[in-house]
């Protein structure tokens, strides 16, 4: 079974993949937990309410199906920040799937700042048996439901750059905000987020 979660930064999918592991352990089954770029900048599961666990870094050339066929008995992959994983490494985790019997429960987002999906992320939506829209629990700053991530560079809304640029928890300068669509559309950033200090800076989660 291959599961894709997703939702916008902010919606507990770490939290989740975090919850999903422990469940599965106690079950007395034998998983691994892979990332890629969480926002602790380590190898390392981490949750905004936080809860954290060591993971595998997913490096781009990291074959899936070698780490796991290395591995005595693995029943499950929980792999966090799966937008950002190679096109080709999502296929190898159907592989898994489909030859080696290993349950994978990929999360992340499915669109980059620009509301364009990211590569990985539109692999899952093709190949998954399941796709699940995560209860967001996030708001934009009108109130509606936030669905979408807007990269703010210098108190402004940035329209193009690189996909994948994580926010800089020190400068400041590049953060992540998440919007309704309407004002993702617009542009605006609501009351007072020209200040950046006033806003919780935002990795690329
Ligand atoms: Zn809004």
Same mark, same amino acid.
């Given at each position: 079974m291959l599961k894709f979660y997703f939702g916008p930064m902010d919606c507990g999918k770490s939290t989740l993949a975090l919850q999903?592991?422990?469940?599965h352990g106690r079950q007395g089954r034998r998983g691994l937990v892979l990332t890629k770029h969480d926002r602790s900048g380590g190898p390392k599961v981490?949750?905004?309410?936080?809860?954290?666990l060591e993971a595998i870094e997913v490096e781009d050339d990291l074959d899936l199906v070698r780490l796991v066929t290395a591995h005595d008995r693995i029943d499950y992959?929980?792999?966090?920040?799966a937008c950002f994983y190679t096109v080709e490494q999502i296929e190898q985790l159907a592989d898994l799937v489909d030859e080696h019997g290993v349950d994978v429960y990929a999360f992340g987002l499915a669109s980059d700042f620009?509301? $364009?999906?990211?590569?990985?992320?539109?692999?899952?939506?093709?190949l998954a048996d399941e796709v699940c829209r995560l209860q967001v629990? $996030?708001?934009?700053?009108c109130g509606? *439901?936030?669905?979408?991530?807007?990269? $703010?560079?210098?108190?402004?809304?940035?329209?193009?750059g690189e996909q994948v640029v994580i926010?800089?928890?020190?400068?400041?300068? $590049?953060?992540?905000?998440?919007?309704?669509?309407?004002h993702h559309r617009s542009g605006r950033l609501g009351e007072g987020s020209a200040d950046a200090g006033?806003? *919780?800076?935002?990795?690329?989660q």
């Open positions: 999903m592991n422990y469940n981490t949750s905004r309410i936080g809860l954290g992959l929980i792999c966090d920040e620009r509301s $364009v999906m990211f590569p990985a992320a539109q692999r899952l939506f093709e629990e $996030v708001l934009c700053w509606r *439901p936030g669905q979408l991530n807007a990269r $703010v560079v210098g108190g402004a809304m940035a329209r193009t926010g800089d928890t020190d400068a400041a300068r $590049v953060r992540y905000q998440v919007l309704c669509r309407r006033h806003e *919780p800076v935002q990795t690329a």
